[in-house]
């Protein structure tokens, strides 16, 4: 496991303790699920991106019909 040091404004930084304290998580915690739902959204982009540049229409949307059911689901 990493250590990682960050700035923020002041705001940002006791909004975010806030909602932390919230959901009664840790900041840590709080900053993994974070990111964990961030880089899950850019894997997604950067697999429909790759999935779009092949020209073939029907693997693309059906990355979309996965992401529509995860919605739903």
């Known amino acids: 496991m990493s ?3 960050i ?3 002041n705001d ?14 840790s ?3 709080l900053i993994e699920e974070l ?11 950067s697999h429909f991106r790759a999935v779009a540049a092949t020209g ?8 979309l019909d996965r992401l529509d059911a995860a919605d739903r689901a």
């Open 27 to 29: 900041m840590n915690k």
């Open 7 to 9: 700035r923020l404004p």
């Open 35 to 45: 990111s964990a739902q961030t880089l899950a959204a850019w894997d997604t982009e």
């Open 12 to 25: 940002t930084a006791a909004r975010l303790k806030a909602l932390a304290r919230r959901r009664g998580q």
């Open 56 to 63: 073939d229409v029907r693997p693309a949307l059906a990355v």
């Open 3 to 5: 250590t990682l040091t």
